[in-house]
């Protein structure tokens, strides 16, 4: 093992990054909320402000993704296409398989200039997560509680608010509704057997209601679908520990972008078209199974310089004064206070180890593992 390496993998470093994440995160959180009072005169100069804060957070994990573990990612798409991207609003259609799936998906937001912006339909429970959570509050991120009849007239109102949002955006959604297991693929299965529909090797049952509805709310405002396939190279089991212990993983994704136009209005037709859509994208995974490429010419947008200046400039801001601390504390050699620093950084540790957890698929919900009737859908 080489020296970075070892270095990579050092609890110390993790500390360390978690500190800065942790600590930071919670202070522009709380710019965050001094933006309120600014919503008051100008609405559209707060989302503006927020937008470049929410970068500050964000960009941090992108930057330990891109610069700390090194990790590729490549770009299947058209070259006609790719002139458009970052510059006209998208929804973004994305399999759910991987705990880092987001985490590349951000990736490429910053590398095409919207990852302040990027909006996703995400579960109810992480709007809960300090820092990411409290972060897309302000962000107007579209939560949901995976319960249509409580979340048809909220999902609703919130991507109305998204009409006159004032800087490019793609919309994240994981029509599949939960991360791929086998379990969750074998009830799934029985409901498309159930309803007549194709069975799927590589993918969950998309759920339509929440496409449909963000196709009919934002349609007008956004111009095209982005259906997106995301693989790791040589079975590659990504992990944010991974990540953060330094480890390098190949990231492929590919990219297929779809005029608006061409998505039914009408809700069964839109719901067919995308079972449709989810049979290509199955027969696309048999394909990278088989081949481990995608079709199509590739790129690899680089990765940004500034990402690693904002990790440096936040470092700067929280570790000075955690060392001017730590020297206080040390040099008073009062026992009492080095308990409550071993104590604090303890919590800062279990805290960041908990975020971690949340993207952990072992400990994901129990959504989707069964069929279910309605109105109990097993939701945690
Ligand atoms: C150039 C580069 C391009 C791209 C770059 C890529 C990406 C970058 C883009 C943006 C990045 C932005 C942000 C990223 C950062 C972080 C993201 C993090 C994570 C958040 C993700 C989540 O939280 S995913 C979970 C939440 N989201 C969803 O669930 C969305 C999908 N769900 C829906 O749409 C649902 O319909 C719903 C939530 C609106 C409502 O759900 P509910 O369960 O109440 O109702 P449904 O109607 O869906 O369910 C009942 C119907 O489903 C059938 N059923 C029952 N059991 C199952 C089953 N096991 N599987 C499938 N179907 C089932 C049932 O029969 C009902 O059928 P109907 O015929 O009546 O519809
Ligand atoms: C700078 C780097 C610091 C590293 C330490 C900080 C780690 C920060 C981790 C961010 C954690 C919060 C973001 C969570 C995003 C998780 C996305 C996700 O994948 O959610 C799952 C849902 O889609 C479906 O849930 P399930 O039904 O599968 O259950």
Partial sequence: MGLLSTLKSLFICHLIIGYVFLVSGLLINLLQVCTLPVGLVSKQLARRINIRLGYCIASQV?????WWSGTECTLYTDPKSYPLYGKENAIVLLNHNFEIDFLCGWT???????????????????????????MWY???????????????RLVA????????????YWFLLFCEGTRFTPEKHQASMQVAESKGLPKLKYHLLPRTKGFWMTVQNLRGTVSAVYDST???RDNETPTMLGVLNGKKYHADLYVRRIPLEL??????????????????????????EKTGLFPGPKTSPPRQLRTLMNWLFWSCVVLYPLGLMLTHVISSGSALTIIAAVVVSSAASVAVRWMIGQTEIGKGSKYGNREVPPNTNGSS
């Fill in 62 to 66: 992108v930057a330990v993704l891109e």
């Fill in 138 to 152: 302000f962000l107007e991120i579209v939560f949901c509680k995976r319960k249509w009849e409580e979340d048809r």
């Fill in 230 to 232: 995301l693989n790791f």
């Fill in 263 to 288: 998505i039914p209005e009408e809700e069964k037709e839109c719901a067919a078209w995308l079972h449709k859509l989810y049979q290509e994208k199955d027969e696309l995974q048999g394909a990278y």
């Fill in 108 to 134: 490429f937001c910053e590398r095409f200039g919207v990852l302040g912006s990027s909006k996703v339909l995400a579960k109810q429970e992480l709007a809960y997560v300090p820092v990411i959570g409290w």
């Fill in 157 to 168: 109102q919130s991507l109305q608010n998204l009409r006159d949002y004032p800087e490019n």
